[in-house]
């Protein structure tokens, strides 16, 4: 069986180097392809796919927000989310999104190879520590550290701030109106019972949201 992968990601590198890889395979063959959530969002409702690889930061709507309304369209997706991010806060976003597996882009081609496999035999592949954590990461309210209860926009803008990026080129890098960056900045404070940027990077630093 030849699976059908489409790819989406932003960097036409990372793009490039996964086709002439997955080329090398006798039965995964490249279908389509995008640069940004928007357009991926389109060509995935279009069909024709197998599995498809999201990356999770892309412009204008990002891989999340592309995983959560595909899978409203169809919840038998087969969706693999890649990110640079290694820590588990995303990790467990995607998967609790509709995901049926997240790696990082630098984990091994055998196993990224491996899983476009299961996923395409309907299976679902999950780090063994990170299915611990989705497991018994059910303690009470009060315990859940203030960053999981932003939306996955938010947690992008606050990385971004924590590294010192102004709201005006996050707006740029985001696609998005300076307006809209400032909107987003405000409900992360008061979620985040914050008052200026120093307390977020604080924040960022000491949680090692960056890691």
Request: charged fraction near 25%.
């Amino acid at each position: 069986m030849i699976i059908r992968v489409f790819l989406a990601d932003d960097h036409r590198l990372f793009r490039d180097g996964l086709k002439r890889i997955l080329a090398e395979t006798s039965d995964i063959v490249v279908v389509g392809e995008a640069t940004d959530g928007l357009e991926a969002l389109k060509k995935m409702r279009h069909g024709g796919w197998d599995v498809a690889l999201l990356d999770v930061s892309m412009p204008g709507m990002n891989g999340l927000e592309v995983l959560k309304r595909i899978m409203t369209d169809d919840a038998k997706h087969q969706v693999l989310m890649l990110s640079t991010y290694h820590e588990d806060e995303y990790a467990i976003r995607t998967i609790r999104a509709g995901a049926s597996a997240y790696l990082t882009k630098n984990s091994p081609i055998d196993l990224l190879i491996s899983v476009i496999r299961r996923l395409a035999n309907g299976g679902k592949y999950i780090d063994p520590e990170l299915a611990e954590k989705l497991l018994f990461d059910l303690g009470p309210a009060a315990s859940i550290p203030p960053h999981s209860i932003l939306s996955d926009r938010e947690l992008d803008v606050l990385k971004l701030i924590a590294v010192g990026i102004p709201l005006t080129e996050i707006s740029q890098k985001l696609a998005l109106s300076a307006k809209t960056v400032s909107t987003y900045r405000t409900r992360i404070l008061e979620k985040m019972n914050m008052q200026n940027n120093a307390q977020l990077v604080r924040y960022v630093t000491e949680h090692k949201l960056m890691e």
